[in-house]
């Protein structure tokens, strides 16, 4: 069974389009998140979301919004998708029972955009 | 704020041991922890530290001196298929802050 799953795999699309990506785990886990991984391997948080809250990399553009149907999903939607989106996003989530359980965090496979 | 550092770079050969370091400043520490990436894959969780001495699990060890802000992650009996991206990481709210990483690089 996957514990975090991400759709889709892979996303072309242009400049200006608006997008979604869908993340799901099946862990029972409280926390979820959203990461971009740029070119240089550079793993940044964007959001981190429980059902109490949202918090937000300030850094992150407001074409950026999570949603959360449910604990066990987590979307990323992206309006007018400019060319410096394009990176790697993964989702990641963790169980909030302990400081060893945050620091353990699951990451889906990720989800390669090309912004053209 | 929360930075780290680590090396860019590692290279070694099967067999061989190797230590890749991480200095982190942060405003409140909960714990340094370390992510394994291969190329095109996930990062994977590897270990975390929250008090100072060392944390065997099998081949891998990692290691934290809170006091000098650093800490270690030891690759013992090398394998080619231990060549990936390593990152360290810092909590700072919720989420995880990494390091830039460092691309280790095992070959025969």
């Known amino acids: 069974d996957t514990a975090v799953s991400q759709t889709p795999k892979y996303l072309v699309t242009q400049m200006g389009n608006d997008k979604s990506i869908k993340c799901e785990q099946n862990?029972?886990?409280?926390?979820m998140y959203w990461y971009k991984q740029d070119s240089k391997k550079f793993l940044k948080i964007m959001f981190s979301y429980n059902n109490k809250e949202l918090i937000i990399n300030e850094t992150v553009p407001n074409r950026f919004s999570p949603k959360s149907p449910d604990k066990a999903h987590l979307n990323l939607h992206i309006n007018s998708l400019e060319l410096g989106d394009s990176a790697v996003y993964f989702c990641?989530?963790?169980?909030?029972?302990?400081?060893?359980?945050?620091?353990?965090?699951?990451f889906g496979p990720g989800t390669r955009l090309t912004v053209l | 704020g929360q930075s780290l550092e680590q090396p860019s770079e590692v290279t070694a050969v099967e067999g061989a041991i190797v230590q890749i370091n991480c200095t982190y400043q942060?405003?409140?520490?909960?714990?340094l922890s370390w992510y394994q990436q291969h190329d095109g894959g996930a990062p994977t969780f590897l270990s975390y530290n929250a008090l100072d001495g060392l944390e065997e699990t099998g081949r891998f060890s990692s290691f934290l001196s809170r006091s000098d802000s650093y800490g270690y992650l030891l690759l013992q009996e090398l394998q080619m298929k231990d060549s990936a991206s390593y990152f360290c990481a810092v909590r700072a709210g919720t989420a995880l802050i990494f390091g830039k990483g460092t691309t280790l690089s095992v070959s025969s």
């Open positions: 862990l029972g886990h409280d926390t």
């Open positions: 942060t405003s409140g520490f909960y714990g």
């Open positions: 990641a989530s963790s169980q909030d029972a302990s400081r060893r359980r945050y620091n353990e965090q699951f």
